[in-house]
């Protein structure tokens, strides 16, 4: 199936920085790409779609100016989450969309703790 | 509001016997149904998909049902196996050009050897 890579894998930091995670599809152009976040034992939950070269979309309840979101390349999208306090802390995937086929491809999360 | 649940967070079941994973969904919208399944700490890796013009999906050991009247689709593994232990999560998406995925809570597959 077709890959996707997410970096860094795991990150720590103290509360009030800033963290960026990356996400690319590796064989093939994602015109669309999606951040989810999981809590300890929850469900996978849609933060925010991300579509090349225009602004993303978020869902209800998720501040945009916290977690930004840049698609610059149909094979590249990043998540900034700013000003990261304690209960950000939890795992971050990205998925993207192969065209032409409605399935996502998963990346393999990143772990983000903030002391 | 939780458009699509997985009732059952775990189940149990002997190497070589059949595995059933239920999940139902709310929105009569949706129209495309997945599973993932999901080791812990990595990303979910896709299993088997399933149109709502069909009723039914084949791969392999893994077949996916979906009843539409009733909301329900169903994940058969059979014969399962201890490698098919982890956490299993179905998904929905609605209309064709959305491709935004609602996931269900997931349930965890022990398979006993």
């Known amino acids: 199936g077709a890959v996707v890579s997410q970096h860094p894998s795991w990150v720590i930091c103290k509360s009030g920085t800033s963290v960026k995670i990356e996400c690319r599809s590796l064989d093939f152009q994602a015109t669309t790409m999606f951040w989810y976040r999981q809590f300890p034992k929850q469900s996978l939950m849609l933060m925010a779609t991300s579509n090349e070269g225009s602004k993303a979309t978020y869902e209800q309840g998720v501040e945009k100016d916290k977690f930004l979101i840049n698609h610059a390349s149909l094979t590249l999208s990043t998540l900034t989450v700013t000003s990261a306090h304690p209960e950000d802390s939890s795992f971050y995937i990205c998925?993207?969309?192969?065209?032409?086929?409605?399935?996502?491809?998963f990346g393999p999360g990143t772990r983000l703790l903030v002391l | 509001d939780q458009q699509v649940k997985q009732n059952s967070p775990s189940l149990s079941v002997q190497e070589g016997r059949i595995s059933i994973l239920n999940c139902d969904y709310t929105n009569s919208m949706f129209d495309y149904f997945l599973w993932y399944k999901k080791y812990p700490a990595e990303g979910p890796t896709f299993l088997i998909s399933?149109?709502?013009?069909?009723d039914k999906n084949e791969d392999g050991r893994f077949t996916v049902f979906l009843n539409k009247s009733a909301k329900h689709l169903s994940l058969h593994i059979v014969p399962s196996q201890p490698g098919d232990s982890a956490v299993y999560f179905c998904a929905a998406s609605e209309g064709s050009g959305i491709y935004k995925y609602i996931f269900g809570t997931g349930t965890r597959l022990k398979v006993l050897a």
């Open positions: 399933i149109s709502s013009i069909k």
């Open positions: 998925s993207a969309r192969d065209p032409g086929y409605e399935t996502q491809y």
